[in-house]
């Protein structure tokens, strides 16, 4: 059998913030989840986190925050994520400059 190197990453929003549903989705196998920074606040933030704390999970599940601008960088590095999703990339200076930010961090380029 082929290894699988196809990940699955689900966005959490309002429709997926219950508990209940949120570990539906853990347990139908996602990879990641990724936390959209374009809507919702830092209690929902600090919810999805807790349901990922939680959730019983068969293998790892990582989150990745998608950033818009700097506005949520001191959220994430407080709460120890180091996947970041940079949407609308649209200079390499954009880039760079979020990788200075985010020295440690592993950096998604989102070019949309």
């Not at 853990?26 to 919810?47: K, P, S």
């Not at 790892?60 to 994430?76: H, M, N, P, Q, Y």
Request: proline share 2%.
């Amino acid at each position: 059998m082929e290894d699988i190197h196809t990940k699955i990453i689900a966005t959490i929003g309002p429709a997926s913030l219950d508990f209940n549903i949120f570990q539906q989705l853990v347990d139908a196998g996602i990879d990641y989840i990724r936390i959209n920074t374009a809507y919702g606040n830092e209690e929902q933030y600090t919810t999805i986190l807790d349901n990922l704390a939680k959730a019983k999970k068969q293998k790892s599940v990582r989150a990745i925050f998608d950033l818009k601008g700097e506005e949520t960088i001191a959220f994430a590095k407080k709460n120890n994520i180091s996947m970041f999703a940079l949407s609308f990339a649209e200079t390499k200076e954009q880039i760079t400059k979020m990788r200075l930010l985010l020295p440690e961090s592993f950096l998604i380029s989102k070019i949309e």
